[in-house]
């Protein structure tokens, strides 16, 4: 069965300005009407980074192994954070996407898989101006790792396949059961602590190491936090179990879309 | 060539008891289904040619928006198919999914999108869209500020800046105002002209007596009837007011038959009326049933029972056309003695205007008369039912003793009896006055 048709793709192509549109659109309409804009998007990021700094780093004291600039930790936050942001963003917004956009699936007829697309890319435009603001700091405070900062491209886009595939099967089985929005909330609150963000991997003990190495997410913020703090090149070898995850999550999900989005339509 | 070829089409929705059983289905995929199924649509055939124009007419939940939305392709077939050729452009809901804080021009755009259309083409048309939008200044405003009428402009108006092979209209339109459905009606039809498939579905049978010369008729999720919009027309409103009146076996009187009776039994007419009934400008007047609980006063010295129109048979009407006789009979029971009575009628429209009524009061002036208690009596009025603009009516009957001045009201029911008009021949002022004879004469010439 091909999942990905050349109609299909045909079809998004001649959607782009559709999909394009709606990007905007989304962004605009999250923005307007307030003040300070799309500030927003990069003060609830800050206001975590900071409070994490101040939390870890200045009142408990907690040091990097190894690392002995004064932004030490923060750079490591934010290698976490604002990555961990992209992806608890794209699952928040794709758990969401079918319900969201019931009147428009129930109205109008256009290429379904156009929805993720639009979620994904929504998400990637908020991460792009992050990480650019993240880049200038660095930049400027001397901290940039150098070319090998662009070896996070490809982890990036794993992440984003992780979170797409995983989205996508949330989003199918929200519109039939409503648990999965408030459950996955919980599961992400866990899976967020069970993820070296704001604590270096190398500070837990054994057992917990072992445990933590389980979870696909703590590789790929390993090798984030190697490259931007230390500037170190990952493992790409520890990165392949979350490559084949991706991989049978996004066909999988796609299979499950596919059977399930007429039923989809009739349930919104 | 067929544009739109439905066959064997069916929809039915899932309906698991609970959602426990659903996530068993799934998972267990080897256990027997959980589900049933609830049929909304069931073998729907038909196949539609470049520029046919087809109205869908039903009840409430006959499955008309559902078809619809088959053929959009916005929702799946559970079996059969549906196969399109060409370009779609449907106006199923009001605004299309216009999002309320964006700018009419934005969500022209965007819904240009949605319709296929390319940015740059879109651009182009723009000015075409708002000179038939009409909407002025407001297209560089939100959505959220426009009235329903200027949302149903706006959405008409790019749904038609490109002639779409196939145009599918559900009640939309009925939002906007006379002037706009008048013009919407007019594009259509130019569309139509050109080779536009038309489907077109509304309450409103005059509209699609205009536009469409073919009807499908549908009746709990299957077709009834697909044919000639007049026999199916005909066929549908006496199967409602049938419904409406409970009365079995109302039968579709021919009209050739009716017209040969009346040029019996009657000789002043309307000149023009085998004309006008054989025509579609006939103003066909659709009758409700005695209504039971409606809202009426009086001291219950008398009940009425039943406010019926008959025709000169004594048939009792479920529809009638406008300009042909008709008896009122007002039946009633007494529950007291009663002297000196008098009964009367008033027709009045949607606006409570008084139309035309009368009562029995002049005509029993010499010899008055007396009721006993629990007599059971019936006043009939025969009358030429004027020909009435389109609209709702209702009548008004009443059981007084006393002088027309000085009475007591024993009952008066303020809406015994509704009925409603599907006129296509305009009648001018409040109700129309059938014309005997209508003539144009030269009488001299100047030269």
């Given amino acids: ?268 | 060539m067929a544009q739109v070829s439905v066959t064997h089409l069916s929809k039915a929705y899932r309906q698991y008891p609970n959602r426990w059983l659903r996530l068993l289905e799934w998972f267990l995929p080897i256990s027997k289904s959980k589900h049933s199924l609830k049929w909304i649509l069931q073998d729907i055939n038909f196949h539609l040619s470049s520029g046919d124009a087809v109205g869908i007419v039903g009840v409430n939940g006959a499955g008309k928006s559902t078809l619809l939305k088959l053929i959009t392709g916005t929702t799946q077939p559970t079996i059969g198919s549906v196969k399109i050729e060409g370009r779609v452009a449907a106006l199923l809901e009001l605004g299309m999914g216009f999002h309320q804080d964006f700018t009419g021009r934005q969500n022209a755009l965007m819904s240009g999108q949605l319709l296929g259309l390319r940015p740059l083409e879109i651009e182009r048309l723009m000015p075409e869209i708002e000179d038939f939008a009409e909407i002025g200044d407001y297209i560089d405003q939100p959505v959220r500020v426009y009235s329903s009428g200027m949302q149903v402009r706006l959405a008409f108006a790019v749904a038609t800046a490109l002639r779409p092979d196939i145009l599918i209209v559900d009640e939309a339109l009925s939002v906007g105002d006379a002037y706009f459905q008048h013009k919407s009606f007019s594009k259509i039809r130019s569309f139509q002209e050109l080779g536009t498939t038309l489907l077109f579905v509304s309450h409103d049978l005059a509209t699609i007596r205009s536009l469409c010369p073919k009807v499908i008729w549908l009746e709990n999720g299957a077709v009834r009837e697909f044919g000639e919009t007049k026999e199916v027309l005909d066929a549908y409103a006496t199967a409602i007011y049938a419904k409406n009146q409970d009365v079995v076996g109302v039968e579709k009187r021919s009209l050739e038959e009716s017209a040969v009776k009346k040029e019996i039994t009657h000789q002043k007419r309307d000149s023009r009326l085998s004309f006008i009934n054989n025509s579609n400008l006939r103003n066909d007047i659709q009758i409700f049933e005695f209504n039971k609980n409606a809202i009426g006063w009086g001291d219950g010295g008398a009940k009425i029972t039943d406010t019926t129109l008959f025709d000169t048979d004594g048939v009792p009407l479920s529809w009638i056309i406008g300009g042909e006789e008709v008896v009122l009979a007002i039946e009633a029971i007494a529950m007291q003695d009663l002297s000196n009575v008098f009964v009367g009628f008033m027709v009045r429209n949607k606006l409570g205007q008084n139309l035309f009524g009368d009562n029995t009061y002049l005509t029993t002036i010499n010899e008055p008369i007396n009721i006993g208690k629990n007599t059971v009596f019936k006043t009939t009025f025969r009358f030429l039912m004027p020909l009435m603009p389109q609209g709702s009516y209702a009548i008004t009957s009443g059981i007084t003793t006393g002088t027309q001045l000085d009475h007591v009201v024993h009952e008066w029911i303020h809406e015994a009896l509704f009925f409603e008009s599907h006129n296509r021949y305009s009648v001018n002022g409040l109700i129309g006055v059938p014309m005997y004879d209508i003539q144009i004469k030269e009488l001299q010439s100047n030269f």
């Fill in chain 1, 1 to 268: 069965m091909d999942l990905i048709s050349s109609t299909k793709l045909t079809a998004i192509y001649r959607y782009r300005g559709f999909i394009f549109s709606s990007v905007k659109r989304e962004f605009d309409s999250r923005y307007r009407n307030s003040v300070l804009g799309p500030a927003w998007l990069v003060l609830n990021p800050l206001a975590q980074i900071l409070m994490f700094t101040l939390v870890f780093s200045q009142l408990m004291r907690t040091r990097l192994p190894g690392v002995e600039s004064p932004f030490g930790y923060s750079i490591f936050l934010c290698a976490g954070l604002l990555t961990w942001g992209l992806f608890a963003d794209i699952l928040n917004r794709s758990q969401n996407m079918f319900l969201d956009n019931a009147n428009f699936l129930k109205k109008i007829s256009f290429p379904r898989i156009c929805i993720p697309i639009i979620v994904i890319l929504n998400s990637c435009l908020g991460f792009a101006i992050i990480l650019s603001l993240f880049v200038g700091f660095l930049l400027i405070s001397g901290n940039f790792p150098g070319w090998i900062f662009f070896a996070i491209a490809p982890i990036i886009l794993l992440q984003i396949f992780l979170a797409a595939g995983l989205g996508m099967f949330l989003g199918v089985l929200n519109v039939f059961f409503r648990d999965i929005g408030h459950l996955f909330g919980i599961v992400l609150q866990f899976w967020f602590w069970l993820t070296p963000i704001v604590y270096p991997f190398a500070v837990l003990p054994d057992w917990a190491q072992r445990i933590v190495m389980l979870n696909p997410m703590t590789p790929i913020m390993i090798s984030y936090q190697g490259i931007l703090v230390q500037g170190l090149p990952p493992i790409w070898f520890s990165l392949f179990p979350a490559v084949l995850l991706a991989c049978a999550l996004c066909f999988f999900s796609a299979l499950l879309f596919k059977r399930l989005i007429g039923e989809m339509v009739d349930e919104l």
